[in-house]
């Protein structure tokens, strides 16, 4: 069972920038993963941002994400990040990260597709 934990939220002003960490852990040994960072803004449904499959570092964007959003990761620490520029405050939301076994399948964008989360990391854009 992997465990996530988020990193790096906070608040910025609109067109700042922000990186969130996931540092993941209990990852099963020459299985590859899709590894996806979500949100959530209150009273909305959780909504997928952006994903990587880590077989062949292969990312995938949600629209509101494509252009801002960089998605990457180091194999060495087993970390998973979010690069974040152009930040509007329509981007302010909990953001989570989620991992998978295999394939991004539904592109990454699916909550149900995964089932390993963080507790969350807040972003805030004013």
């Known amino acids: 069972h992997v465990q996530l934990v988020e990193s790096g939220g906070g608040s910025v002003q609109a067109g700042g920038s922000l990186r969130v960490s996931c540092k993941a852990s209990?990852?099963?040994?020459?299985?590859?993963?899709?590894m996806g960072w979500f949100r959530q803004a209150p009273g909305k449904e959780r909504e997928g941002v952006a994903a990587i499959y880590t077989g062949f570092d292969l990312p995938y964007y949600a629209d509101s994400a494509k252009g801002r959003f960089t998605i990457s990761r180091d194999s060495a620490s087993n970390t998973v990040y979010l690069q974040m520029n152009s930040l509007k405050p329509e981007d302010t939301a909990m953001y989570y990260c989620?991992?998978?076994?295999?394939?991004?399948?539904?592109?990454?964008?699916?909550?149900?597709?995964?089932?390993?989360w963080g507790q969350g990391t807040q972003v805030t854009v004013s």
């Open positions: 989620a991992a998978r076994s295999g394939d991004c399948i539904n592109r990454g964008q699916r909550p149900a597709d995964f089932g390993s």
């Open positions: 209990g990852y099963t040994y020459r299985i590859n993963y899709c």
